[in-house]
């Protein structure tokens, strides 16, 4: 039965496209739904997961810990290294049977070199609703400017 | 159906599911006593008026639409805003109008309160 190697091409790219997006989901949430054996080697190395902007005039980090108050949290800048360090305690009820454990009770501690200079004075640090969010307002000297541009 | 037409069919189902929003479903610890469940999920990034919790035919279904947050430039993410999605089979039983629900600090808690009927029962052993 003679088939069109065309078709079979078309049929396997889109399932490749498939299977690509969904690799990067699972990538980006590393170690979602996956049973208790995975706990231990599952990153507290890359906990909590971050993303990095620049507004221009400041860099912001945004972090999510859902469980986490202010106090567990402690931030540290030392010149353009921050780290984020805290623990996140078991919150198993008392009393409780457990059928399904997927939430890890873990001390992390992370630290990223940021791009650019910021002043550490002018920082500041919030959480809402489990996403910590550091505000840094860059040093002078980095932010941007706007050159004029003149005839000769 | 000829081939092509199986072919080309599929290219437009999956098209559509590309285009539908992403979800991923979040970590979600399950806990029972006798009086209720507990599930507890980590949904950070979630405020109460985002999560949508329904109960339909013994499934339990909580989910958040989370918007793109707006704040300068992107330069590195190793986390993108997805919808949250979960769903659950709950046993019958369960006394759904008293189904109570808690988010704080990104954590979600639903409680299913079980009704008299699942609660366990001490059963007396009648002797000669």
Partial sequence: MLTRWSDLDRTFTVMDELRRRMDRVFDEYGGYARPGFEEETRASAAWPKLNLFDTGAALVVTAEVPGLSEKDVQ??????VVT???ERKPD?????????QE??????????????KIDAE?????MKNGVLTITMAKAPEAQPKQIAVRAQ | MSRENMISKRDAELAEAVQQRPAIA?????YENKDELLVVADVPGVSREQMTIHLEKGKLTFEARREESKDGGLLAAEYRPYDYRRTFLVPQGIDADKIVAELDHGVLKVHLPKAAALKPRQIQIRGE
């Avoid at chain 1, 002018?122 to 919030?126: I, R, V």
């Fill in chain 1, 75 to 80: 931030l540290t800048i030392n010149q353009e």
């Fill in chain 1, 84 to 86: 984020v360090s805290g």
């Fill in chain 1, 92 to 100: 198993a009820p008392a009393g409780y049977s457990v059928h399904r």
């Fill in chain 1, 103 to 116: 939430r890890a009770a873990l001390q992390f501690s992370r630290s990223f070199t940021l791009p650019t």
């Fill in chain 1, 122 to 126: 002018k920082s500041t640090a919030t």
């Fill in chain 2, 26 to 30: 979040p970590a979600v610890d399950v």
